[in-house]
């Protein structure tokens, strides 16, 4: 187990040698102050890119419904980055351009950055990527996101709990402690539907058997009969019995909207304070109209007009982030996060209501003015909208 300050000391190391490189290429000796500033932003922008251009070098199958991208950067040096966080992968499907954000599942520091993505069957944009062949290229954001395990403020056990690809960033972070000594007690409890589902069992096993700080548990939601490992949900009781010791533990969750809520409440039967809990939820939820905050009387499939400011008039669903109806009708809307917390989607309901997701990261003083972030609110009448 390593210390605190250990901890600290590692996670520079992750981004001492990119800076040393980039020190020696890119900053000699400046002569002018626009020739400093010049050299400055080239020196910012090499370490947080706002875009980057990937090759896919690897296209690797995980489970049945799994794989795994492998990118090369072809438009300079992979930036470094913080285990857990995410690029939004831009792409062009047809005549709608659209983007989508993917956590990073290798290690910082070996040279490429893997995209572990999971085919969904209805899915507009997955089963898409994961048919792709090793040549192809698309741009993408920098490393983005804080979804990230922070050495002086998770102190004590660390706890992550994640259900079918949310396990992703995990890998990532799990990597990075087997390579410089893990932060203190982990424990990796991970719900797959089915045991063809299980995303890097193999390698999860092996950590937990060469680490022994660390310990994986796999739950099946629908085994088989015969199945004798752990099965059912991330319930109260397994956490429990798992974990021992809560007090002081920082919790780490990560997967589709519905796993996320159901672990917070079982989190919550735990008393868990809400400030030890991260969450990172993937996609939008299956279905915002049976969420309690939901306005009474519309339902999913209702539609209604949105109109922009100075553009056209299109229809959206109800039951479907603004983002998507959007895109789906040609606008190029600027995206990173699509979980309402980087406002690139930022946008002013002119008039209209549109309801947002609960927790949805727009600031108190947007709200007042009627912003919203367009991939977590939902048109509940006739819009106008203002790109700004
Ligand atoms: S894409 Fe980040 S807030 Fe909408």
Request: charged share 25%; with cysteine; hydrophobic share 35%.
């Amino acid at each position: 187990m390593r210390s605190d300050w250990l901890c600290l000391l590692e996670d520079l190391a992750t981004y001492a040698e990119p800076l040393r490189r980039l020190g020696r290429r890119q900053l000699p000796a400046p002569e002018t102050h626009s020739e400093l500033l010049g050299k400055s932003r080239a020196l910012v922008n090499a370490l947080h890119p706002r875009s980057m251009r990937l090759r896919l070098a690897e296209n690797l199958e995980v489970t049945r419904s799994t794989r795994t991208l492998r990118f090369e950067r072809v438009d300079g040096e992979l930036p470094p980055f913080r285990p857990g966080q995410y690029v939004s992968l831009s792409v062009s499907i047809g005549e709608v351009s659209t983007s989508r954000p993917y956590s990073i599942s290798s290690p910082p520091g070996i040279g490429t950055l893997d995209l572990t993505v999971k085919r969904e069957p209805q899915g507009f944009v997955s089963p898409w990527l994961c048919d792709r062949e090793p040549g192809w290229e698309a741009s993408s954001s920098g490393p983005a996101g804080s979804f990230v395990h922070e050495p002086l403020r998770d102190r004590g056990p660390l706890v992550l709990l994640s259900g079918g690809s949310g396990i992703t960033p995990f890998m990532s972070m799990l990597q990075h402690f087997a390579a410089v000594g893990f932060p203190g007690k982990t424990t990796l409890l991970h719900n797959s539907r089915s045991t063809d589902d299980v995303i890097f069992g193999d390698a999860v096993a092996s950590l937990a058997r060469d680490h022994e700080d660390f310990d994986a548990v796999s739950v099946i939601s629908r085994p088989p009969a015969d199945y004798t490992g752990v099965s059912g949900h991330l319930d109260a009781q397994l956490i429990r019995e798992r974990v021992g010791e809560l007090d002081g533990a920082s919790f780490f969750v990560c997967g589709p909207d519905g796993l996320i809520r159901h672990v917070e409440e079982q989190l919550a039967l735990l008393d868990v304070p809400a400030h030890a809990i991260r969450r990172e939820a993937f996609g939008p939820p299956a279905d915002v109209t049976v969420m309690p905050e939901w306005p009474q009387g519309i339902g999913s499939d209702d539609t209604f007009s949105v109109s922009l400011v100075g553009g056209q008039t299109l229809y959206a669903r109800a039951g479907e982030p603004l983002l998507n109806s959007l895109e789906r009708a040609g606008e190029v809307i600027p995206a990173v996060c699509r979980t309402g917390e980087c406002a690139d989607c930022r946008m002013k309901v002119v008039s209209g209501d549109a309801w947002s997701l609960p927790g949805a990261g727009v600031r108190e003083a947007d709200r007042a003015q009627g912003f919203v972030h367009a991939c977590v609110a939902y048109p509940t009448s006739d819009l106008r909208l203002d790109r700004g």
